[in-house]
């Protein structure tokens, strides 16, 4: 049986579609969706069920971390430690975008399979309205792996993902191409000094300039 496709109307989701939508994320559904840059696998990671699921969708190591997309700092400032000046800095200046933080998690924040080591989360705060939109409705942060196997590229284009994943996942919003190239940029902010963890969409340099050029 496939999963339901939803095409994105002038790269909004209207109202009611969004509510349904989160009613369905609350269930534990999993469903693809574009991003800023590629194709994404997700569904609620307050459910452990639903990153389980994940895993197995994508053939990946459960030692291997899960990124994920907020609605905004406001939920990403209720699951994680006191984080520093530069988190809410670079937080202040790149977000929404393509950027990831790793950030330490309190305790209990999610499930612990989603934790990567010494108890930390990678999170961003998507450009895309709808996308914040429906992650508040849900009121979790939404796993956000790009929407392939894992080892092999991340897809740009649905017609690959729909090949991949329709008969597979419960939902797959229809954005048609997205702007690929490269993914988000991570930054580690858990340690003393931040660290580049993947250069992707936001040059390394431009964010080092940002915090140490004066």
């Not at 961003?124 to 092999?152: C, E, F, K, M, Y």
């Not at 919003?173 to 991570?186: F, L, V």
Request: aromatic letters at 8%; glycine letters at 10%.
């Amino acid at each position: 049986m496939s999963g339901q496709v939803i095409s994105l109307s002038g790269r909004q989701l209207e109202a009611e579609q969004l509510d349904s939508l989160a009613g369905r994320l609350k269930k534990g559904e999993v469903l693809v969706y574009p991003t800023e840059t590629f194709y994404g696998l997700g569904g609620l990671a307050a459910i452990r069920s639903v990153a389980e699921r994940i895993f197995t969708l994508k053939g990946r190591e459960a030692g291997k971390t899960l990124p994920f997309v907020a609605s905004g700092l406001e939920m990403i400032l209720e699951l994680v430690e006191q984080p520093s000046d530069i988190f809410f800095r670079l937080a202040e200046r790149f977000w929404p975008g393509p950027l990831t933080l790793v950030l330490r998690a309190r305790e209990n924040a999610l499930p612990d399979i989603l934790y990567g080591p010494g108890q930390t989360i990678a999170v961003r705060v998507p450009p895309l309205a709808w996308l914040r939109d429906l992650i508040r409705r849900s009121g979790a942060l939404l796993i956000a792996t790009s929407a392939n196997l894992s080892g092999h590229p991340p897809a740009d284009d649905f017609s690959e993902v729909y090949r991949l994943f329709h008969d597979r996942v419960d939902i797959l919003i229809d954005g048609g191409r997205t702007p690929g190239e490269k993914p988000s940029t991570i930054i580690d902010l858990t340690g003393a000094e931040p660290v580049c963890l993947r250069e992707g969409k936001i040059p390394t340099e431009e964010v080092w300039a940002f915090l140490y050029e004066r």
